[in-house]
Nanobody, 123 residues
Framework: QVQLVESGGGLVQAGDTLRLSCAAS????????MGWFRQRPGKERELVAA???????EYSDSVEDRYRVSRDNSKTTVNLQVDSVKPEDTAIYYC?????????????????WGQGTQVTVSS
């Protein structure tokens, strides 16, 4: 069974750059949307950013310009970079792949989730 494997989380200092990566462990055909969600302490899981197979990006209104999402279709990988991290960026970050013509937050279609990676920003 194909899994999504996230990397790059851990403890980071405020002001540093955070880089997260998510790769599929096998072949997944027909991926349209790739994206990142986060769950901050005491909050619900929320969308951070997503990117289509053509490279069009979308960001949540709650996310500042410090966030940047990108993907490498040849490696079936999606990346998230956060510049000048702040303590409020502390969260568990999850990646998600969506097969077919569905939005990143859609519940229809075939979807894959990563297991989540903890990011803790110290001040």
């Amino acid at each position: 069974q194909v899994q999504l494997v996230e990397s790059g989380g851990g403890l980071v200092q405020a002001g540093d750059t955070l880089r997260l990566s998510c790769a599929a462990s096998g072949n997944i055909f027909g991926i349209n949307m790739m994206g990142w969600f986060r769950q901050r302490p005491g909050k619900e899981r929320e969308l951070v950013a997503a990117v289509t197979d053509s490279g069009r990006t979308e960001y949540s209104d709650s996310v500042e310009d410090r966030y940047r999402v990108s993907r490498d279709n040849s490696k079936t990988t999606v990346n998230l970079q956060v510049d000048s991290v702040k303590p409020e960026d502390t969260a568990i970050y999850y990646c998600k792949f969506v097969v077919g013509d569905y939005a990143i937050q859609a519940s229809e279609g075939l979807t894959y989730w990563g297991q989540g990676t903890q990011v803790t920003v110290s001040s």
